[in-house]
């Protein structure tokens, strides 16, 4: 029976699909030193977004098959040790798609409606603070997306249909014949999206490319009242740019799932304003989402040891062709 490591618990419905098809390992803590000490002698491992696995790891795991993620994004995974030691990499992409784009969409709304400030007035006492019109609507505003996929697609169509906001979209990955909607202006510049957006979402892969993205230049070219939304990667944005940018007021405020460290420091500049709403990289993470991921990442781990594809992998064909 394989050995199966999971480097955190995942939910009773994975479990109960690893029961009795493989011997079930439970990792003390996620830490690096953790993982790689027991990997040595597993089958498979399951990884949620705490821990990483690194060349060196996969180096001294000599048995190891399969590294299944329990969500899209692989990042804490070196995916090109893997694939050179025939380890096949996977994930779950799918269940999570609806729910940060709706966790983007809800922090647009709660920035626009002042939440965060009227919240904190009404436990206050100042129930005067609903004459300040500090709100505002969403109807007939701009989203700029920055990245067109799975879920800045859902975004669109919730912000167009749901509250008749204008949508434009800058993906260099994208063209008009390929876009295939006409609720979406496409641009091919990244920066006339910018300067255009009443709020402005980030929806992609951190990549070499999309690592450090929006820093002091981009955030110049935003309105004075628009709002960044960010439940990408926190990688994305340049951190010590977005705090300076707020405090000089560029632009109005941020709605954060994801951040440069994870967990942040809680000492983080960024908690001390009062126009950021911080969330704990918990966009996909609904009940209902963490059974499927669950369930997804032990099926991938299951199909591989067993010969089969997993739904979602970057270098399956590889080590495939690699082993003949």
Known sequence: MPKIL??????DSGIRLLEGRAEIVFCPEPTVQAIGRLIKDMD??????????????????????VISRTGGGLNNVDIEAATDYNIVVCGVK??????VAEHSVSLMGALAKQFFYLNAQVRTGNFASRKEYRPAGLSGKRVGLIGLGRIGRIVADICARAFDMQVWAYDPFITPETLGSDDIVLKADMAEVIQAADFLSLHVPLTENTKGLMGSAQFELMKPGAFLINTSRGEVVQEAALVDALKNKKFAG?????????????????FQLANVIATPHTAALTKEVVALLAQGSAENALNVLEGKKPSYSPNWDIVQAKLG
Do not use: C, H, W, Y
Request: charged share 25%.
């Open 254 to 270: 941020a709605g954060l799932d994801v951040f440069e460290n994870e967990p942040p420091d809680v000492g983080n500049p960024l």
């Open 94 to 99: 799918g269940p999570q798609d609806r729910m």
């Open 6 to 11: 999971l480097s955190e618990p995942i939910d």
């Open 44 to 65: 498979a491992l399951i990884i949620r977004t705490a821990g990483s696995v690194t060349r060196d790891m996969v180096e001294g795991a000599g048995r190891l098959k």
